[in-house]
């Protein structure tokens, strides 16, 4: 084993840090003071659970209570991070071990793995683990739970571990299966909850300034797409929809070959050149559902932006020297299929375009996680969204912390409601529509997108009516700058907010000649056209009991023009006298 030099609790380990943190020293002092067997710190993404942890390693070795060290990453690009990390603190570990390879060189002090290795030979794991006094550090402990045989590899591995560290940094997952070397207590509604030893969370860092803010801009849109029943159907992303239909619109908006996806990276791009004012080596993150995708967001990028986008693809051999190259470089955008979700440590992303059908609490927190590093103060992070519920609802809610919450099981006779009250909270959650409208094959037929709103510290910034891609009322929040405070973000918003709404009411209002009444006119000439539309709709429904997105969707494809929403007033009263002449037919 390499000599280490002395670790001391008032500084990192060599290497990975100047100094420690406010946080990560009073972990360390809490962690020295009680030498527990098992220790769990959840701090939010960002705030260094890296340098806490192989300070602690360093502390450890270095005064012989353990002489080896294992570490478990959930990926193969974090097994790199982590060496990479402890060989700067002084600590060689070696990143290509595979559980029953045997032994490895004495240059080293330990192994990094994964949780899938560990689950296909937890044995060899074991046995290297009794052999010495090791020291085991669970990075993103919560993966212990994505499968029984994750689990139970980890627990048979690492149960005769000297010590064993557990990180985590996003929210646990709810079911009902223990993590391996969490301790649990009764909590809200007498469910067991996980415990942990330390928490720093998101809203604490915020205040320290180790995590930039985050200003997320929603994007919503009309979509229109064939069911697989062949019906053709049209809704606007972010109005209340079945749960079926909210992630067909989504799928709809996220298709590389509409006009949403183009829309929104042009958007993003001109975020990024804004924030690349004032942060020159500041680079963008597309998260794609799928490798197709993947690519052709990358050809997008290149048109919008003049300049080839970094695509890493999870079964890529080089997928960790890309996102390092990436990391090193000052290009400006990466595309990525969930690679570069969880625990890789890219500091210079500032800027984020959510582009996958993937929407739990867990991966949102993993995917946002990557882009509010600290390196400056007064740096933002700004992450775009489509307007759908639940990650608008993540977004508001990001300084949230959760726990572990093991799901009640049905375990006596007493308790014979349980299962059905499960299945009827099932029920309610799955929204269904019609059956036509289920998940399956479906062809997206078109999108076009619009600014909704921002959402920053939990509270909405927006502009009265529809806000149009590349419009000035657009730019009032593309344009923030990249590098403000947290309070003066909040205080710019608002200011442009009001300026605007002054700008729309007040002066024009005074200043407006006569002559302009038809503007007004106008306007309330399509709303009422779009409410006597809306109204034929609706009894076209009772007669028939056709959806009224089917009905809007077919209407265009006769009389043509865009959504409704949008249409002119021509185009409305096409569709207003179609549906009447329908209603003669039907009625003859």
Not at 120 to 140: C, G, Q
Not at 158 to 170: K, M
Request: charged share 25%; with cysteine.
């Amino acid at each position: 084993m390499s000599s280490l030099g002395p670790a001391w609790p008032e500084r990192a380990a060599w290497g990975t840090a100047p100094s420690l943190r406010a946080w990560q020293s009073a972990a360390l002092d809490d962690y020295l003071s009680r030498n527990p067997r098992d220790f769990l710190a959840v701090a939010t993404p960002g705030a260094g659970k890296t340098t806490f942890a192989l300070t602690v390693a360093a502390e450890l070795l270095g005064r012989r209570v353990v002489d080896r060290l294992i570490i478990v990453a959930p990926t193969e690009h974090l097994k790199m991070q982590w060496a990479e990390a402890a060989a700067r603190a002084g600590i060689p570990i070696d990143p290509t071990y595979s559980a029953g390879s045997g032994k490895i060189s004495s240059d080293y002090v330990g192994v990094a793995v994964t949780y899938a290795g560990v689950g296909v030979n937890p044995l060899a794991l074991r046995i290297r683990t009794e052999r010495f006094r090791t020291l085991v550090i669970l990075d993103e402990i919560h993966h212990a739970g994505d499968s029984l045989n994750w689990g139970e590899g980890v627990r048979e591995a690492f149960e005769p571990a000297a010590r064993r560290l557990a990180l985590t940094g996003t929210p646990f997952r709810s079911d009902i299966n223990p993590i391996p070397f969490v301790s649990y207590a009764p909590g809200e509604g007498g469910f067991p909850t996980s415990v942990a030893d330390y928490t720093y969370g998101y809203a604490e860092a915020l205040a320290d300034h180790v995590v930039r803010p985050v200003l997320f801009l929603a994007y919503s849109g009309q979509m229109s797409w064939r069911t697989r029943a062949g019906d053709e159907v049209a809704a606007s992303l972010g109005e209340p929809l079945t749960k079926d239909m909210t992630s067909q619109a989504l799928r709809t908006a996220l298709d590389p070959q509409g006009s949403w996806m183009p829309s929104v990276l042009e958007a993003a791009d001109k975020r990024l050149s804004e924030v690349r004012r004032h942060i020159p080596d500041a680079g963008g993150l597309v998260i794609a559902s799928d490798q197709d995708s993947a690519r052709a967001y990358a050809k997008l990028l290149k048109s919008i932006s003049g300049e080839s986008a970094t695509v890493v693809l999870s079964d890529e051999k080089a997928s960790s020297k890309k996102i390092s190259a990436f990391s090193e470089a000052d290009s400006r955008w990466m595309v990525a299929v969930r690679m570069v979700s969880e625990g890789v440590d890219v500091p210079r992303l500032a800027v984020g375009v959510w582009a996958t059908t993937t929407s739990t609490p867990l991966f949102f927190a993993q995917a946002v996680g990557r882009f509010v590093r600290a390196r400056k103060r007064g740096e933002i992070a700004s992450v775009f969204l489509p307007s759908v519920p639940n990650l608008l609802s993540f977004a508001s809610e990001l300084e949230a912390q959760r726990d572990h919450v093991l799901k009640r099981k049905v375990s006596d006779d007493g308790d014979i409601f349980a299962a059905e009250d499960d299945l009827l909270a099932q029920a309610n959650a799955a929204e269904g529509a019609s059956e036509e409208l289920e998940l399956g094959p479906f062809e997206a037929l078109g999108s076009e997108a619009r600014f909704d709103h921002a959402l920053y510290d939990g509270a909405q910034f927006g502009h009265e009516g529809e806000v149009h891609v590349g419009s000035e009322e657009e730019m009032d929040f593309l344009g923030i700058p990249g590098l403000l405070e947290p309070d003066q973000v909040s205080a710019l918003l608002q200011q442009r907010q009001a300026d605007r709404r002054r700008t729309r009411s007040g002066p024009v209002a005074e200043e407006r000649p006569a002559d302009t009444v038809a503007e007004v006119t106008t306007h309330e000439q399509l709303g009422l056209l779009r409410r006597e539309l809306n109204g034929l709709v609706g009894s076209w429904n009772h007669r028939t009991g056709q959806a009224h997105g089917i009905t809007h969707a077919a209407l265009r494809k006769e009389c043509g023009g865009p959504a409704a929403a949008v249409a002119n007033a021509e185009q409305l009263q096409k569709r207003i006298d179609r549906i009447r002449e329908w209603s003669v037919r039907k009625t003859s």
